[in-house]
């Protein structure tokens, strides 16, 4: 591991270890982590974001090796662990594998969650059936390698279900039109990959701590990057959703309507993507 992934990894570590959702926890005037609080934020979350069921299929997962990268809050972890899976949780900060470990204790179901990078996954070749992981890949500061050590995990047939910001969203267009324009010129010569903000600005709206600190590192990448850099799957299918009630769409009377529209299907925030090993 190089000196710059392993600062990075310490900075995600510090970063992350402020479970991802806590500003809206806050919001909802959450104190505590008993059930009811627990499914009062579940019920925002899963409110807010309604597409999640159909990009991971719950209902098709018992008795199933799944694993998650990137677990926040734990609404996906208990989820899946309520779905019957044989289910394994991983992230690089301990205080989402602690929420998500405390969650299935509380709730009396199977599974754990452990500390580590996706970088460097502590697991042997084919292991999980299925990996789900959203929202968190873009932040490693190497997506090829996340990707990669994805594939290798998975067993034959298993299907991964990634989520990552989409690099010609409608923000990305309004809040960094020349960095977008350049990106789409390289895609177009050849280039494949990410790309990332050129500032702490660009990134906050995506996501940002109780200081108001952005997070360290943020990728952001084209379905036909992802598609060339997700080659060594067999099949590849995405969706783009999310939009918010933000420029160019600010005149719009709530998010709920905006994402009814067919917008979110071409400027949408994020790439929801499902390969099969």
């Not at 910001?165 to 895609?187: C, G, N, V």
Request: with cysteine.
């Amino acid at each position: 591991m190089s000196a710059q992934t392993a600062n990075l990894d310490e900075q995600n570590i510090e970063f992350w270890n402020e479970l991802c959702g806590s500003n809206q926890a806050r919001a909802l005037g959450i104190t505590d982590s008993s059930p009811g609080s627990l499914k009062k934020f579940d019920d925002w979350f899963l409110a807010f974001y309604p597409y999640l069921f159909l990009h991971i299929p719950f209902d098709e997962l018992k008795g199933k090796d799944v694993l998650e990268i990137g677990l926040g809050y734990g609404t996906i972890a208990q989820r899946l662990a309520e779905s019957g899976a044989r289910y394994t949780g991983l992230d690089i900060a301990h205080g989402p594998v602690e929420m998500a470990n405390f969650r299935i204790r509380q709730a009396g179901l199977e599974g754990r969650a452990i500390q580590g990078s996706v970088l460097k996954a502590p697991f042997p070749d084919e292991s999980f059936d299925m990996i789900v992981t959203i929202g968190c890949l873009h932040h490693t500061g190497d997506l090829q390698r996340a990707l990669d050590e994805c594939h290798r995990i998975l067993r034959p047939g298993g299907k991964l279900l990634v989520m990552l910001y989409y690099a010609y969203s409608h923000r990305r267009w309004i809040q960094a039109r020349s960095e977008t324009l350049r990106y789409w010129f390289r895609e177009r010569f050849g280039y494949v990959g990410p790309v990332k903000p050129l500032s702490d600005a660009e990134k906050w709206d995506y996501d940002h701590n109780e200081q108001g600190q952005a997070a360290p590192h943020t990728d952001f990448v084209s379905v036909r990057s992802l598609r060339k850099m997700t080659s060594k799957f067999s099949s590849f299918s995405y969706r783009r959703e999310n939009i918010n009630v933000e420029p160019p769409f600010q005149n719009w009377p709530s998010r709920r309507e905006l994402l009814k529209t067919w917008y979110p299907r071409v400027v949408g925030l994020e790439i929801y993507a499902t390969l099969t090993k």
